[in-house]
């Protein structure tokens, strides 16, 4: 079984290495993750540094600890990366949170790229979406789609189960391998957004990260905070708790509750 399953990976790198090479040339959406790294380094390979731009999209939803992944990639595997700045609360419909969210996120961040793109003389933006990506809920998946963007791990088979085998053997620690999402994703629905709860949230999420407790969401309610971690990380909460009421109320929030379910994916996407 095992042997199968490398053979599968080996197949699918292979493939992977065709389609990059038929791009010829490549601007990438590098976000800090896992999988659009995967795919920087097989794009290195396959086209060379000359032929591959990759960026870093910095919104007010770029939180310390998505900075802190991308410095993490970069001092353990030094690769060039550019950064482009997009304001998104500029946007109403952003701003305001509804659940057109994602897909303007998206869309906007990405129209950005093509620009940037074309700036270059590059036809095509690809970023590191893959087949896992297709069963989970993905409001943006439909803006990347209208946009025409390239997901060549998905277009391989690529799941992420298999990126980060493939990364682990590399030497990439464990945190480094779990999902991240922005921080918009900590706010519910039709809740108008607030710049400074924004990184409120972003400071106290990147603290008990710190802290070693991962995979976490910190979402925000009205005058607090919601956790929500995996069961075996509930004791290492109960064993700081005062440590964590202090750091949320220096950051404005006044209780701290738990969610006893758990970590839930796509809450508020």
Not at 45 to 56: D, H, K, Q, T
């Amino acid at each position: 079984m095992k042997d199968q399953i490398q053979r599968n990976v080996r197949e699918k790198k292979a493939s992977l290495h065709e389609r990059l090479k038929r791009q010829g040339n490549m601007l990438l959406a590098f976000s800090g993750g896992k999988d659009s790294f995967f795919l920087l380094q097989a794009a290195l390979e396959a086209l060379g540094s000359a032929n591959v731009l990759a960026y870093f999209v910095h919104t007010p939803f770029t939180g310390e600890a998505a900075r802190e992944r991308v410095a993490y990639f970069q001092k353990k595997f030094p690769f060039t990366l550019r950064e482009l700045r997009v304001d998104l609360l500029k946007d109403a419909h952003i701003l305001q949170n509804s659940r057109k969210r994602c897909f303007l996120c998206k869309k906007y961040m990405f129209t950005s790229l093509k620009k940037e793109a074309k700036r270059f003389g590059i036809p095509n933006v690809s970023d590191g979406s893959t087949v896992s990506d297709l069963s989970e809920h993905r409001p943006g998946r439909q803006a990347l789609e209208k946009l025409a963007i390239l997901s060549p791990l998905q277009d391989a088979g690529f799941s992420g189960v298999e990126i980060a085998a493939e990364l682990k053997k590399q030497g990439v620690k464990n945190y480094y391998l779990t999902s991240s999402t922005c921080l918009a994703t900590r706010f519910p629905y039709d809740l108008t957004l607030n710049a400074g709860q924004i990184d409120a949230i972003g400071r106290v999420e990147y603290n008990l990260l710190k802290w070693g407790i991962y995979p976490l969401r910190v979402r925000y309610m009205v005058d607090g905070v919601r956790i929500e971690t995996t069961e075996d990380n509930f004791h290492k909460i109960i064993a700081r708790n005062n440590d964590l009421l202090a750091l949320c109320q220096i950051h404005g929030f006044k209780f701290v509750t738990l969610d006893l379910g758990g970590i839930k994916s796509g809450s508020w996407d």
